[in-house]
């Protein structure tokens, strides 16, 4: 691959960090000799399938547009959830692609997203190696839920975290304001794996008397038990919190939230959920009586950049420069991953892993890490956490708000 | 009065700019050669009436520790929410606090707090004066709600402003990711005053497209008309962002929320509100049938102070700084008010107000900037809006969340 033409995309749900990835793509793509063009499809694999290519590279003028672009949440490129077919049973879609790549120059594609999308970033691989082209794809992992196996923790993760963690510090502190008896119950999202909500808990390795129980997806939750432990804690304090996953289930495998609202089905099938806490807050009303509050922490989740993460920041645009390095040396049909080499001091390296053991597989939080008992994250668990949101990034602004870089996207290669 | 201790107290709904008000009470009791003491009541009027009363002053070791309080929300000496009767009705309470005023040698009291809290304020006040005391009672508004009348703004809404413009622009920036049609509905804390909610106008001033729809409580919200306008804005762009504020009501006057909720009310017999988006969501995705999403702001607009105005910080510093000199200077019955001498450059002065013209009295958003046939914002709102959240707050921190300061509240004096 002596002189070649990178290409690069981004899927999935948006995090803070998702950028910084794409930014380190960029950067070490355009110190590379051997690099002529770095493009972007639009919208990921449904963009690039339409041809919606435009020349990134040349839009990186200066440095600041780097660092303003690594500070931007969601998908500068923007994102789409299509879910590509066996490229054996039906090969139309790939001999899309590889037409475009060949109109191009492109030898490397990076896919920048979650589990759905390292599926697509396997398939293309396949497809490319199938045919025996040397064409080269990696996937670069981003998801806020941290589910993906393998990897210690995925890009995107600390800044969602840090802002739950952010929200909960300050929930705690404006709930204790009152003497009257009150239940908040705070809902984060995890569908299935409780990383997120787990990171709820982290204001009491600070000193916080709160939260007070914290729910994962992980463990059956019991309604009946749930209402005994929440008038146990108000016993002990007259401001009690609550951490709840949106996923949480009971042990019949029924979501709670279910058990108030009609259940929706995104793209890849999965149900959209939402409404354990208020739920919850209705029962608690109800049988306990006393004053209570539900806050969906929603979208804000996974794209304020205003309580980002320095930590995932760097990391993500260290693994996305990385990657472009893993794929001109050879690499492709694998992922980049990080693999934590210790907590103190935190040092985590960069390392490939086959795509095959990323795609559509789940990773959950450790039931070793959930003091079950307790309702709450054993001190393993927050160990685990504190180096992914550790550090503030002071927004790109305009004096008044945050500032996003944008692509020009008028023009298609 | 020549040598004389100090009280203050806190009441109503948290802001991020509170203890910025009690910072610039204490620092400038500190400077002055004719106080003896500080001290602070705990929960408001409430907490005075029992007799739980702290030394503050005592507790300020270092500057450090007051631009620690002054940038963490919520009440440091938490709050209340008591009304109290008439003094000329029932001088019960009265009596009671005249004679721990007596016995702490208390000359000036101020009251921290929003519209009803200037209530309290103000029977105090009378109370002191009909029997003859030298007693001064100076009110110190707050309120994210903005709706006192008289002061140009209130500190505590421009940080609660920054946070709904924050997330609005990381919110506008998510929803456009996708290239499905889909309808994203913000709500934002206010219950008769659109003032919370058209802050969520200030990105468009920016270049953003979005929000697209702005809904204040001051205009009857039409239905029909609302479900025509969103189809006429999906023509326009794909992904449409509207906010309404969570007192958003038809011309009957009934709540949009109570169209879905049941309704409560809080001690003051306000009604509590929210679901208002919710309820929309739910319409939208019945009538128009489109990815549809609600996301409710909740507490973090009161208590994110890691979204906090410099300017809110620092003017609710200085007003709690110039009450005590008004005070001393013999005011009394009479809040701290903002007057605005100058859109740009930027001037505000502090002036005294009687609290008769503030108490149980809201000011609405002004008609004239709210451009009511294309449900939005006109700029001199706007100009209004941008000098209260201009400049962040790097909040303090352990690196990991944010710190606040805490009080020892063990011992009364």
């Known amino acids: 691959m002596s002189q070649t033409n990178l290409l690069v995309a981004q899927s999935g749900g948006p995090t803070a960090a998702i950028n910084a990835s794409l930014s380190g793509v960029i950067r070490r793509a355009l110190e590379l000799d051997g690099i002529s063009h770095v493009y972007g499809a639009l919208n990921g694999i449904s963009g690039l399938l339409e041809g919606k290519i435009i020349d990134i590279g040349s839009q990186i003028r200066r440095e600041e547009d780097l660092s303003l672009l690594a500070s931007t949440p969601a998908m500068a490129l923007g994102s ?12 139309t879609p790939y001999r899309s692609a590889a037409a475009i790549f060949d109109r191009l120059g492109i030898g490397c594609f990076f896919y ?6 390292m599926d697509t970033a396997l398939k293309l691989s396949r497809y490319f190696t199938n045919i025996g082209s040397d064409i080269r ?3 670069i992992p981003k998801t806020i839920d941290n589910d993906l196996p393998v990897t210690d923790h995925t890009p995107g993760y600390g800044s969602a975290a840090k802002f739950v963690a952010t929200a909960l510090t300050e929930i705690i502190n404006d709930c204790r304001i009152y003497t009257v008896p009150a239940v908040t ?3 984060a999202m995890g569908r299935h794996a409780g990383w997120l909500t787990a990171a709820a808990a982290v204001p009491s390795h600070f000193g916080f008397s709160a939260p007070d129980l914290v729910y994962l997806p992980e463990i059956p939750f019991d309604i009946a038990a749930f209402l005994i432990d929440v008038r146990e804690k108000l016993k002990q304090h007259h401001t009690v919190v609550v951490t709840v996953s949106e996923g949480i289930k009971t042990k019949d495998g029924a979501f709670v939230c279910s058990l108030r609202c009609s259940s929706k089905h995104d793209a890849f099938g999965h149900l959209q959920l939402s409404g354990a806490a208020e739920y919850l807050e ?3 009303k109800q049988e306990i009586g006393c004053k209570t509050r539900s806050v969906e922490l929603n979208v804000l989740q996974r794209c304020a950049s205003h309580a980002a993460s320095r930590c995932d920041l760097d990391e993500a645009a260290r693994i996305g420069s990385d990657a472009v390095d893993f794929a001109l040396g050879g690499a492709t049909g694998q992922a980049a991953v990080f693999t934590r080499v210790s907590d103190e001091p935190y040092l985590v390296r960069t390392d490939l892993c086959d795509l095959a053991k990323l795609a559509n597989l789940e990773k959950t939080f450790p039931l070793e890490w959930i003091d079950e008992k307790n309702h709450f994250i054993r001190e393993e668990g927050i160990r685990y956490i504190l180096p992914l949101i550790r550090g503030s990034v002071q927004p790109a602004g305009n004096g008044y ?5 944008t692509f020009d996207t008028s023009e298609y290669v």
């Open 282 to 284: 209705q029962l608690v």
């Open 112 to 117: 920048i997203g979650g589990n759905d999308s």
């Open 401 to 405: 708000l945050p500032t996003f870089f």
């Open 80 to 91: 789409c959830r299509q879910r590509l077919p066996d490229p054996e049973e039906d090969d």
């Open 185 to 187: 119950i705070v809902e």
């Open 137 to 139: 794809v990696i996937g």
